[in-house]
């Protein structure tokens, strides 16, 4: 099993939870985050100084998948984040040993 | 009751309640004014409405504050402003009052004496219609009451200009001085009936000095002594790199602010309103009602012209600026609320505002850092009124105005440093830089102001 | 004094001051008024006082308005709220109050002319007297002042259903058309004395147009204007999906709603309490109180109709809705705060309630987005405090007031539309999709409201 | 008219209006008074004004707990006190007002009857003048508002002592008993005439008991009821462990808990200053003067010694506990304003502020779970303040104020009792575990107070 | 070693601190997070609309151990975050390849 | 490649984002989380009650690196978190199977 975890825009949080439930994904971990990478914040004024933001907000979405889901998942959730523009963010797969329901004590895939 | 004594039981009553419509036959003569008793109750009044209202800006200052800085000093700014009012009437009660009503005519301080209700003048007939007749017909205590909120507003200035790393003892330390030393001793020179307002003065520069309901000696004087505190003090941690690049710390909740500024808002109708210091005549009714519009008309404009400057200078509207704008609007039309036609009203707000937008970066440039933009809206604007005055009221001198608010801005600047740094060596007034990582409310009160929210 | 001279200006104060004791020697006999300048202060401080609080509804609103909507477009409500009432105040300055109160008698449009106070005719004994006996016995500027907070207020009914997504400067345009054209053109037909007020009128329709406090002229006229704006603007991108589904989307700081309304509560007092022009006579006194009481009777009846209402229908008791029906039952009791007995204000109030909690839902049916549930409690709350001041008032009729309150909405409705679909055609109201999606805080004032929070 | 008619008529306003300068030649003598109808307006204006600001204090009750609650109970300490002044309201126009003043003197509890608006006595000369001297010459319906907002008080406080854990709808049921029955029995007692009025009592204890703006009847009466019902319901789950440890549940928004106390501050200047029940003389307005003052000190008071004791007990100083000082020192002013000289007041206050300090920690020894500290604020400080009144006014008996307290808190506690065990067995007043744990914002209402801020 | 995340319902963190602290766990992150999953919000009613709320509360704690407990601190969180409930959550277990405390510079199981 | 995470004091997070962009960082995750540990927190006093805070706020930073720039990686992060109190914090190494750019679509280190 893989975890896939990916940063993206908070924007596209629906999108994104709406193309990994299509892709067969039936859960998924949010956290609110920020970040930082080569996208610049936007210049702003505030109270007559210029500034730029330098941590931008983004959403981190972790997803554990089988291992033959992993490419199915990666590739949905990458065409709903897309913009096209920089700071659209990463997605990263991390090895994953086990998994357990904690409800039924299940391991394992049918624990997902 | 004879003829006899109901004509002179009359005569007296002609005297006293009838004393101007002399010639009463003549429908066009004035209307009788009301009874000195009337009178009486209305001036109290005033003072007791326009009272509780400015009282009220203590909760305003304190919203705009809290508004203003970040989650972890909210706490701080809170207790500051709960302490500072307490303070200021306490010390306006044991030092203050006589200190400032206590002078000598043309005199430069008051009497050290604790306040105490004298209401013994008023209570004859003829001791009223003097008292009446020489402005002072009211209950002492409302007189009193409606002082002492003026000085917790000159507090409140500091408060916010020293923000975020200020210890609070220290700086409770300093509002005793300021609300019954520093503050009541130049309020003597111009509500006291003190130098500024001598014959002398008059003759050397044109006019008595003028300021009806205190941009200078509330406004200006907080903002002087937060000017000093500010310097005394240095910026917060962080604000200033040495490259010259101005870190912004962002207001952790600007609609506190706002509510704050909303009450300041209608708290000013009673301290100008009030100023007026009198309601029960025709004339006094028609005075504040030109007090309210002249006072509101400035803040809208002061909000206007902050949001269009701002606007055009840095492409969008800063909502900070534009409730500053209201605060410096205000602070503007308070040395003459009532003389300026309307639109002069609308014009000296709209120059409050947008000095304000100006002077805010400024203060930033020099690296003084008023975490609230206190400086600009009181000191400047609280100048900027001051020195507009004969724009409206012929009776004012430009140069009467200049050499009045400078003399006070002098002693009050004087003043302050003394205590600042009296306090500075003696104890430190300043929270450590770790203390001000941490966020003062955890460090000098051992809790959060928001301990529930997850704070970035 | 001579005893002729003495007699004579008895003679004339017996005329001016007690006119109403001729019988004075009959205990039973109405107690003497007090005398014309008592009056003349009383009712100017009505004026004042009343819109004090009047004037702090605009933080009501404020508060109310930017508890219900999302944390990242509270800044931008607070910066219309803050603006709008200035607007409000040069408006009605500039353009308004003539517009409105320089209506001929009957007719449908006031003067061109920009607000000068004016205080001649109560300067002597007779004018003071012929004013008070017309209701115009007070300081001019404190008539003024109390009309302007009015107008603020139907501005303030706008900017809550427009929120989230109307851009700043096109709301603010929209703001000036209403509250100096819109709003005192209308107002004119009946607190003018214009055409609603017309003997032809009353001979038509069974009696005059009758709205005490405005539950029509200014608040339904907030809400038809808010209306159509909804209408022009489009709901909020994602509030309503294609197959009907409605996206809550959750006010971000229910206590700061809480407060809002209790602030609009309050100034309710100076709202209606003002409206009876007067308070120098026992007789105004006591009506004064009558119109507090109902005021307060009608909302408590509108929060308890409310809550009683959504624990019902939903199950549960919604906070939101009943601070709804707060002001659906203040709105209710306006048209008519004086006649009511109390039960009936109670359960005019209480309709007010029940109107809120069913028609809040059917907007959403219609796909009208309306944040803050303003068209409920404005305009259909004012329409029916408006149809039922007969209920109460048997002076009035049901045709007069369904033909003045149609009559209102067509006019506000057309010119709104007018003002909405120019600004939309010339300049564009709306704020972009994109801008709409990261808030209008960042997007329009590149600022956080709340910038140290997290937010989910 | 003709002298004769002219004399007669003179002879009559003589009598009316200037009956106390009979010796009108002196003019050392009292002033004349104001006229009986302005007195009458001066006096329902006085109640109007006072009782807006009271009212404005359930926005000062709602803001204060909820910045003490947690933020998952926020929503719904905003419904309870929105829905409790509503139910105050209309339970004292139904019961309340008449069971209150509408006992004998002497008696124990007045008539069951629906209140209604009655000036019939004010509207002759003669009756006018006897209203005036009786202490009753105001609109009927301004004293019932009056009145009517301080029950709101009494039910505010029980509100805050119980959040968290209470049902909603079984704290209304509560609160309309408490609103409509008992404090207004025990209000009887003393403000309707009653029994700890009578001459009897005042034989056999030394004095009448005294409370003039309610320390024991509004304030006292709330802790009482607050107590049994803490008692009743127990503590918050999780609040007490076995171990005898305490775990605290910080407030969720400390600024919103010190807006809450600046409101009631400003609240407290009608409480008190509008329970001396007259405007309309010079004396009566220095006595609401003086009130003004000695509300304000005691409060600062309060303040400075909660903010010192805390200092020096805890190492820090408490903003929490401040804010309750400041509550505290004027709940102990609140049974005797007036009379205190102004060493005393600061000195009541100042004591109001360390009772609070000392006992909120008491209460969790005692594992009495007080949320916002309501009962040492209210019901410690309140006994306090009644017990003390003998110290500044020589007409009160140290006996009688003890008899009087403690007979009410006889009553009230018994009465809560049996209201709340009542409530317990036939509907539960407690909320589930379960729904303490998710908070009852989500449980009862089904909604969040801050729904988009991320909470820890 | 291997990093064990949970993610649980907030009303048991106390529970699980207490549980994993009983199985010889010294430290723990603790992350505020959303989730979804078979759990389904409870229908809610908002000025007279139906909704469903999509993304729930929950609590994700990380707990980096040694190889040889990791069933004992599984168990642990398991047992004390159980209700028996749809949503009680998971448990994931990835592979950590070092730790170093940053205080000391030590290395490996030493930094736990 | 691996994820370097570190939990360090809040005071620290600037003095960090400067570090490991000096060490050719060039894109970070941070996250607010409470964490508890040998740590205790201060004792406090709220309304007269005696208590220990038992999570502190604490700052959460991922960052994906190449293999080769582990070790320079965390040595930045010590350097810049460590105040040499206990409560410094830990700096986990878990491994990364892969990273996706969701503009581009990159995979592998190209994508960091
Ligand atoms: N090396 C990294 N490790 C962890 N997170 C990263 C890294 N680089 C970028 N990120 C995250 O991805 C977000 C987007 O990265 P950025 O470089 O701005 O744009 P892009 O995704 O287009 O390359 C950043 O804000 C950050 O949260
Ligand atoms: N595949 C997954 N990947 C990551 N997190 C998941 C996944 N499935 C569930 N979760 C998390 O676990 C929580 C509980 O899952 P859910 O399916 O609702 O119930 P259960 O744990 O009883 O199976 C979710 O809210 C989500 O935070
Ligand atoms: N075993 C662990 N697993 C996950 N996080 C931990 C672990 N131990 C400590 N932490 C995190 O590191 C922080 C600091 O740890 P602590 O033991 O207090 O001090 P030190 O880092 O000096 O050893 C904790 O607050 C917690 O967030």
Redesign the pocket.
């Known amino acids: 099993m893989k975890l896939v975890t990916a940063i993206i825009k908070p924007a596209r949080l629906d999108a994104v939870k709406t193309a990994v439930l299509a892709a067969g994904?039936?859960?998924?971990?949010v956290t609110d985050v920020r970040g930082f990478g080569r996208q610049k914040g936007k210049k702003e004024v505030y109270r007559g100084t210029v500034y730029e933001p330098d941590l931008l907000q983004k959403i981190r979405i972790?997803?554990?998948?089988e291992d033959a889901d992993v490419e199915q998942v990666v590739e949905a959730i990458r065409a709903a984040a897309r913009s096209g523009e920089i700071g659209d963010g990463k997605i990263f797969i991390t090895p994953l040993d086990d998994v357990l329901?904690?409800?039924t004590g299940e391991r394992g895939t049918t624990a997902? | 009751m004879t003829l006899k004594s109901a004509l002179a039981a009359f005569g007296a009553v002609s005297f006293a309640v009838f004393a101007a419509p002399a010639f009463a036959q003549d429908a066009a003569a004035p209307p009788a004014p009301a009874d000195d008793a009337t009178i009486f109750v209305f001036n109290t009044m005033l003072f007791l409405i326009g009272g509780m209202v400015v009282m009220f800006m203590a909760a305003g200052f304190c919203m705009l504050e809290v508004g203003l800085v970040r989650t972890k000093n909210a706490a701080t700014i809170c207790v500051k402003n709960l302490a500072l009012y307490s303070v200021a009437g306490l010390m306006f009660w044991l030092l203050g009052y006589n200190l400032l009503y206590g002078v000598e005519d043309g005199g430069f301080i008051g009497s050290f004496a604790v306040w105490g209700a004298d209401d013994a003048a008023t209570q004859s007939r003829d001791g009223l219609r003097a008292a009446l007749d020489e402005g002072t017909g009211y209950a002492s205590g409302s007189d009193w009451f409606f002082q002492m909120v003026f000085v917790a507003t000159a507090a409140s200035i500091v408060s916010g200009t020293l923000a975020e790393r200020i210890r609070l003892w220290p700086f409770l330390a300093f509002v005793a001085v300021l609300t019954g030393v520093i503050y009541p001793i130049q309020a003597s020179w111009e509500w006291g009936g003190g130098w500024l307002n001598a014959e002398w003065y008059a003759n050397l520069f044109g006019a008595e000095f003028s300021d009806f309901a205190g941009s200078t000696l509330v406004h200006a004087t907080g903002g002087f002594a937060a000017l000093v505190g500010a310097l005394a003090l240095g910026p917060r941690t962080g604000k200033y790199s040495e490259n010259g690049a101005v870190r912004p710390m962002p207001g952790s909740s600007l609609p506190l602010a706002t509510l704050g500024t909303f009450i300041l808002w209608l708290g000013w109708f009673g301290f100008n309103g009030g100023s007026q210091l009198a309601l029960g005549t025709i004339s006094d009714a028609i005075d504040v009602s030109t007090i309210f519009i002249n006072t509101n008309i400035a803040a809208a404009a002061g909000v206007m012209a902050a949001m269009a400057a701002t606007q055009m200078l840095f492409g969008k509207v800063d909502l900070t600026v534009a409730l500053n704008g209201a605060i410096g609007g205000l602070v503007s039309i308070t040395a003459e609320p009532l003389a300026p036609a309307i639109w002069q009203a609308a014009m000296i707000g709209a120059v409050g505002g947008i000095i304000v937008t100006l002077t805010v970066p400024v203060l930033d440039a020099l690296k003084i850092d008023d975490v609230v933009g206190a400086i600009p809206a009181h000191l400047f604007c609280g100048a900027w009124g001051t020195l507009i005055v004969p724009f409206s009221n012929a009776d004012a001198s430009y140069v009467a105005q200049a050499v009045g608010l400078l003399s006070i801005g002098l002693f009050v600047t004087t003043m302050s440093a003394i205590v600042w740094f009296a306090l500075k060596f003696a104890v430190g007034v300043r929270a450590s830089a770790e203390d001000e990582a941490v966020g003062l409310d955890v460090a000098e009160l051992g809790l959060e102001a928001y301990p529930e929210f997850a704070v970035r």
């Open positions: 994904v039936e859960g998924a971990t972790e997803i554990a998948v329901r904690i409800r997902l």
